[in-house]
Structure formats: structure tokens, C-alpha cells
């Protein structure tokens, strides 16, 4: 049985209660992965919610069957494969593949979607830690988009 002191390690569920940690331990599965390894791809349905506890994990898109680009990465603590939380036959929307080793807990959809549901308050502090790293990832990605386009020749002679 996982710790409070190990769950909590992951963002989203960092500020949860004793209490509703309580609920959530019983349900993650412990999983580990091997580097290269694809947990799921873009298509698939979002059966899991994904906490990485350690190694690196690339969020990748497929452009074509020749083409694919790493557009983020995921580092211990934070979470992925959020699809799952929001249930009504969810897909994935990227392909996570295995940078290196992995241990990643995991929550079924089912699961994590029926103990928001029956504690209102959990659901809350989760709700309100999910968009504060959405939040950060779309302020990263802008980030990086401005960027590309300030280093871009046709439009640098713009500026």
C-alpha cells in the first residue's frame, strides 16, 4: 500500500486530505515501464489516468505515417492521460512513449471519475490542481510557439 508521503508527491493529488487520499490509494495500480515503451496512443480509449512517480515521459503527435514530434514531456509528479477524468468514451488525444525506465501509478476512468463524484470537496482541490497544470502547459506551449515564430526568418524581417 502506497504512502501518504508518496502520493502526494503528485501534484494533482498533493493537496488532498488524509481522508480522501484514503479513498484514492486503494484504487492506483503500480505499473513500471521500460524505455521505449508506449503506454497508449493518440486514438486509444482513455481507459487510465496516468501519475509518473519516476522517470520522463514524451507526449507525441503524429503528423503522418512517416512524421511524428515530441510536444511535451512529462516529469515525476505531474500527471497525464487526463482524457480519462472526463469519461463519455474519451479518447487519448497523444501517444506517451518511455524516455527511459518508468513507475507510474495508475487510476481506472471509472474509478476517479465515481470518487470526485461522491466527495464534492476532493473534487474540487483535484479540479483546481488539473487546470493549474493545464494552465502551465498552454503558457509553455505559447511560450514556445512566439518563440518559433520571432526565429522565423519570413517573419523576424517583420519585426
Not at 488525444?93 to 476532493?122: F, G, H
Not at 479540479?127 to 523576424?156: A, C, G, M, Y
Request: hydrophobic content about 40%; glycine content about 6%; some cysteine.
Amino acid at each position: 500500500m502506497l504512502s501518504y508521503d508518496e502520493v502526494r508527491d503528485i501534484i494533482i493529488l498533493s493537496n488532498l486530505s488524509d481522508a480522501m487520499l484514503d479513498t484514492v490509494i486503494p484504487h492506483l495500480d503500480i505499473l513500471q515501464f521500460e524505455e521505449d515503451d508506449i503506454i497508449f496512443q493518440e486514438g486509444d480509449p482513455a481507459e487510465r489516468m496516468y501519475f509518473l512517480k519516476r522517470g520522463k515521459i514524451l507526449l507525441e503527435k503524429r503528423i503522418s505515417d512517416k512524421i511524428s514530434f515530441a510536444i511535451g514531456a512529462v516529469k515525476p509528479g505531474y500527471s497525464f492521460g487526463w482524457s480519462a477524468v472526463m469519461g463519455g468514451g474519451m479518447m487519448y488525444t497523444s501517444t506517451t512513449l518511455c524516455a527511459e525506465p518508468c513507475q507510474v501509478y495508475s487510476i481506472r476512468s471509472e474509478k476517479i471519475r465515481n470518487l470526485l463524484k461522491s466527495d464534492y470537496a476532493m473534487a474540487y482541490l483535484f479540479q483546481q490542481r488539473l487546470l493549474w497544470i493545464v494552465k502551465s502547459r498552454l503558457d509553455h506551449r505559447t511560450s514556445q510557439f512566439v518563440t518559433v515564430l520571432r526565429n522565423h526568418p519570413d517573419i523576424e524581417s517583420l519585426i
